[in-house]
């Protein structure tokens, strides 16, 4: 059974009541509830769902990320058919020169050489809106991930971010700090039948590996490689349609003892490719995939899944506040004529 110290805490103040409920696993909402993300307690996504909200057959009663359709209901792009979603971060710790890594993906054998340190969030009534897990290598402790869900700054109601924070207490510098996101895009009303687009990879300096394989491991020391060739590290627009999803993995480089490195990790969704690409330029992302049905890859409806980074080296992708929402082949051309880049984020944690 996974180690947990779990904490509770009940704040009031100024006759507001402000929940965090420590438990296992959450389901978040939107400001207007029409995206929702399943949260385990490690960090990856794809978890049972208690409040029945996703409608969609194929999604089995779990919750990974979830855009209300026009119909009213909640349907599902991560749960159908595979729980193909997760994170992985790996190291080398210069002391021993041996390299350590852990990952949390349902289908990558759920977590492994992951220890929970904490799991706090409002969502024990069904209506949440954040949830930090923070975990450590169990094979080096001192190495700590928290990753902060919770809704987007300036991108309305269609995107989630996950600040995500490697600590360095290990006593020793770590090199080849590398993380892996990868998840399998399973896009309704065409799930296993999807359209996927990835843009940004000419400009990102920390990203390492990219691809189309949503079944890839989350182990960054283990990758399989893509499932078209052609995908691969590049920069792509409506491959498919297939069953497949996006892979990226990112070098950070080294972590001195007592360092910290932050980034931020996006889900969504919107109801048109337009509104998609209005939300990743207005919260600067610069590194995407998008999921679509094969149906509509151009206009994006019903629905666009996101999938987004920013603070990884890189440049935004699409200006913010455009004046017109460019075509998918305007970004490809946008994302290769770009330059310069992002500054690493790291930065010397604080003591008290």
């Known amino acids: 059974m996974k180690s947990r110290n779990l904490i509770s805490a009940l704040m009031i103040a100024g006759g507001l009541v402000a929940a965090s409920n420590v438990m296992a696993d959450a389901v978040i909402f939107s400001n207007d509830g029409s995206v929702i993300l399943g949260v385990h307690d490690e960090g990856h996504l794809n978890?049972?769902?208690?409040?029945?909200?996703?409608?969609?057959?194929?999604?089995?009663?779990?919750?990974?990320l979830a855009y209300q359709f026009p119909t009213g209901g909640y349907q599902d792009a991560t749960a159908p058919g595979c729980l193909c979603e997760g994170w992985g971060v790996s190291v080398t710790d210069t002391s021993t020169a041996t390299s350590h890594s852990g990952w949390g993906n349902v289908a990558d054998g759920g977590?492994?050489?992951?220890?929970?340190?904490?799991?706090?969030?409002?969502?024990?009534?069904?209506?949440?809106?954040f949830a930090t897990?923070?975990?450590?290598?169990?094979?080096?402790?001192?190495?700590n991930v928290t990753q902060a869900y919770s809704p987007a700054?300036?991108?309305?109601n269609v995107l989630f971010k996950d600040v995500v924070t490697i600590t360095n207490d290990t006593g020793a510098t770590l090199d080849d700090l590398r993380f892996v996101r990868v998840m399998d895009w399973d896009v309704p009303p065409t799930e296993f039948s999807e359209f996927v687009?990835?843009?940004?990879?000419?400009?990102?300096?920390?990203?390492?590996?990219?691809?189309?394989?949503?079944?890839?491991?989350?182990?960054?020391?283990?990758?399989?490689?893509?499932?078209?060739g052609a995908t691969a590290d590049v920069d792509f627009v409506d491959d498919g349609p297939a069953d497949h999803g996006a892979y990226f993995r990112f070098n950070f480089g080294s972590?001195?003892?007592?360092?910290?490195?932050?980034?931020?990790?996006?889900?969504?969704a919107a109801g048109s490719e337009a509104a998609a690409l209005a939300a990743i330029g207005a919260e600067s992302i610069e590194l995407f995939s998008l999921g679509q049905s094969n149906g509509d890859p151009s206009g994006g409806t019903p629905a666009t899944f996101i999938f987004g980074f920013a603070g990884v080296g890189g440049t935004p992708v699409i200006p913010e506040d455009p004046p017109t929402v460019p075509e998918p082949s305007m970004i490809l051309l946008m994302g290769l004529g770009l330059a310069g880049f992002g500054a690493a984020r790291i930065r010397r944690r604080r003591t008290s």
């Open 47 to 64: 978890v049972s769902d208690p409040f029945g909200t996703t409608s969609t057959v194929n999604a089995g009663g779990v919750v990974g």
């Open 255 to 268: 972590l001195a003892d007592g360092e910290s490195f932050s980034f931020t990790t996006f889900y969504g």
């Open 111 to 129: 977590t492994s050489n992951l220890t929970l340190d904490s799991f706090n969030t409002d969502a024990a009534a069904g209506s949440g809106s």
């Open 153 to 156: 700054d300036t991108a309305g």
């Open 197 to 228: 687009t990835i843009q940004g990879t000419a400009t990102t300096t920390f990203l390492e590996r990219s691809h189309d394989n949503g079944f890839d491991s989350s182990d960054p020391l283990l990758e399989g490689g893509p499932l078209d």
């Open 133 to 143: 897990s923070s975990v450590f290598l169990t094979s080096l402790p001192g190495l």
